[in-house]
């Protein structure tokens, strides 16, 4: 019999082995390569090889040892145009004046008599500033946080400790704020809408439940890009929405809807709401309703049952809803960018932007650690909420 | 029970915030739906006259053709591959007592919550060094691992309702092991392969996002195509398209509500 079980083991790892290395490489890899790209920092130390080994042993404060001047001379002098034109554009997202920096200093370094030891604080007073060495050291690399502080708007100063990268500016973390704002509203608004019409299919017959839920089924099994279109066409200036009110004398001149924060939410709403429909429906059938009027004959007010009876035991789907849907939308990308402005878009946007648009992937990668923890996070307290309610996914 | 003139009006009223949010959630549909065969290509009412001629348009695109091509080439490759894959992990997932049994499922699951942007960002990285991006390889393969947990979740659930005694008797009197899967447990859970080759269809079907990351000039989408529109500006088209795409989810609704019943 011990001999069986262990060839059951054996056979069950053996059908899942397929699925499971399938998902390593193209799932766990890319993902890692997120992880990888948000704490990599090689530019620097490609390009100037023996600088970077110096910065790493100064400690940042006042000015570097004589040591990291001459082999800074020495590397931009042997470094390639191609590795150059990347550490410039490393450098440029501490300060865009590194770009034209570097490449003056190697002209003019190119130009000196050889022998000499070259002087590069006569060549460019920025040399002889703590911030340029700073900036440098932080690029030093190979692994560094430089990028995951940037995505929180924080800097490290090794004269005064972590601080905000632009005073008075928190670029990120508004865009974080936004995304974390949108997520809710469309949590909160969903919930409204889902749970009058849960309460009302969970007291109809089976028969006519089904039927009804085929209007929740259907949008649901439907693509997110053709109802974002189909809302591109409502909400229009003098799409539906508008000339219907317009025609009932409700307003007279068309409303904004569109790409702005009001057309996102609609958009937004409706595509989550099955989310929040399913598990608010299981959980409202789940409950016995003669509780409830057991509540209203000893005396109770429909209000006071509804809050102490009802609604305790709906709490289980109605955290787990809110939460999916809050979750999700975390995430949203495709419908924010049609049918949003430009202060509409979420973190996803920002992480495709700086992947595919300016190519600043440590940035990017960062933003998609921030969101991948997140999303992660809430994830566990959504399944931990759900164990100890012992609703939803069995 | 009786019932008082306030709890009456509580019930219609119930009712009717029930109506409404269930036009809330159809009405893009029927409106996209109708515009698709308004005659004068505005998305406008009224309708005054109807006509076929959007859906000429799409059907005799090149554009178009080409992007219906590529889409159910995609969907169709993607459920081949995500079918057996999920299938199989669920047989093995299925052993109750399965040393680190939690664990791996939830592996397996978490392409279904992970943010679609991570993954497609990351697969960028990744399929860019090893030459799978503008190829439809690559493209199969970030939608099968974003469509394979849906089989292994459909698959599962039907696998918790097998009776294992079933597998016992089958055992007992002597019936090899491959004969037992084929005879007791394939047929019981059919019907949960199937509806995971439905969601793995649709999940194809309808992806973008991994899609604009990985994809080439050529391999245009259905919906990677009704993108480019939809940010620029609406075409009449774009409904017909929309509408088409509508039907092929009644369809897929229609068979995963019959594999449904007949799971019961």
Redesign the interface.
């Known amino acids: 019999m011990l001999k069986g079980q262990r060839g059951g083991v054996l056979r069950s790892y053996a059908l899942i082995a397929p699925l499971f290395l399938f998902l390593l490489a193209t799932f766990l890899l890319p993902v890692g390569m997120i992880l990888w790209r948000s704490v990599s920092d090689p530019e620097l130390r490609a390009a100037l090889p023996a600088t970077a080994a110096e910065l790493s042993s100064w400690n940042g404060q006042g000015l570097p040892p004589a040591a990291a001047y001459a082999a800074l001379a020495t590397d931009l002098k042997a470094v390639d145009g191609a590795s150059l034109a990347s550490l410039s554009r490393r450098l440029s997202y501490e300060n865009p004046g590194f770009r034209a920096l570097l490449q003056s200093t190697k002209r003019k370094l190119e130009a000196a008599p050889a022998g000499a030891a070259p002087d590069l604080v006569a060549l460019d007073p920025q040399w002889g500033a703590n911030k340029t060495w700073q900036a440098m050291k932080r690029a030093a690399g190979p692994v560094g946080i430089y990028h995951i502080l940037s995505a929180l708007d924080l800097k490290r100063d090794y004269e005064t400790g972590i601080g905000p990268a632009r005073p008075g500016q928190a670029l990120y973390r508004s865009i974080i704020l936004r995304t974390f704002m949108i997520a809710s509203t469309t949590a909160i608004i969903a919930l409204a809408l889902a749970f009058p019409l849960c309460a009302f299919l969970a007291r109809q017959s089976d028969r006519v439940r089904n039927l009804l839920l085929l209007m929740v089924l259907l949008p649901f099994w439907t693509s997110i890009l053709v109802r974002t279109t189909a809302w591109l066409a409502l909400l229009q200036d003098r799409g539906v929405i508008n000339t219907l009110l317009m025609d009932m004398g409700v307003i007279d001149q068309p409303m904004k809807l569109l790409y702005n924060r009001i057309g996102v939410i609609i958009a937004l709403v409706h595509v989550m709401l099955p989310f929040m429909i399913f598990p608010l429906l299981a959980s409202m059938r789940s409950i016995d309703p003669r509780l409830f009027r057991a509540a209203l004959s000893l005396g109770a007010t429909p209000f006071y049952a509804f809050r102490r009876v009802y609604l305790p035991q709906v709490m289980p789907g109605v955290m787990a809803g809110t939460l999916m849907v809050f979750v999700v939308t975390l995430g949203f990308y495709v419908t924010p960018m049609l049918v949003g402005g430009p202060g509409d878009q979420m973190i996803s946007y920002y992480i495709a932007l700086y992947t595919t648009g300016t190519l600043n992937w440590g940035l990017a990668s960062s933003l998609g650690l921030i969101l991948l923890v997140v999303t992660l996070s809430l994830y566990a307290v959504q399944n931990a909420l759900l164990r100890r309610s012992g609703v939803g996914v069995r | ?1 009786r019932q008082t003139p306030a ?1 009456r009006l ?1 019930h219609f009223g ?2 009717l ?2 109506a409404l ?2 036009a ?6 029927i ?2 739906v109708l ?1 698709s065969f308004k005659d004068s290509g505005d ?3 009224p309708i005054t006259g109807w006509s076929l001629k959007w859906y000429r348009d799409f059907f005799t695109s090149p554009t178009w053709m080409a992007a219906l091509q590529n889409s159910l080439i995609l969907a169709v490759s993607t459920t081949l591959l995500a079918t057996p ?2 299938t ?2 669920a ?5 109750p ?3 680190g049994r939690r664990l ?1 499922s939830a ?2 699951l ?2 279904m ?15 860019s060094m090893t030459g799978l991006t503008a190829t439809f390889p690559g493209l199969i ?2 939608h ?2 974003l469509a ?1 947990p849906f089989v ?1 979740v459909t698959v599962s ?1 039907v696998l ?1 309702g097998l009776d294992r005694r079933l597998l016992w008797a089958a055992a007992s009197m002597g019936a090899p092991p491959l004969l037992t899967f084929r005879k007791v447990t394939l047929p019981v859970i059919l019907p949960g392969i199937a509806s995971g080759a439905l969601f793995s269809f ?1 999940t194809s ?2 992806e ?2 991994v899609t ?2 990985l994809a080439g000039p050529g391999q245009r989408t259905l ?1 990677r195509e ?2 480019t529109i ?2 620029d500006t ?1 075409t009449p088209t ?2 017909a398209a ?1 509408t088409v ?2 039907a092929a ?2 369809v ?2 229609i068979a ?2 019959v594999l449904g019943r007949s799971n019961r």
């Open positions: 029970m709890s509580g119930l009712g915030t029930a949010v269930l809330f959630l159809m009405a893009p549909l409106v996209i515009f998305f406008t009412f894959l999920g199989m992990a047989l093995g997932l299925a052993a007592q399965l040393p791996i592996f397996l978490i392409p919550i992970a943010p679609v942007v991570i993954v497609g960002v990351g697969m960028y990285f990744v399929f393969l970030g099968t691992s394979v292994v659930a918790t649709a079907l309808d973008v996002v604009m990351f919906p009704m993108f939809a940010r609406l774009i409904a929309a795409l509508i989810s009644i897929l609704l995963s509500s």
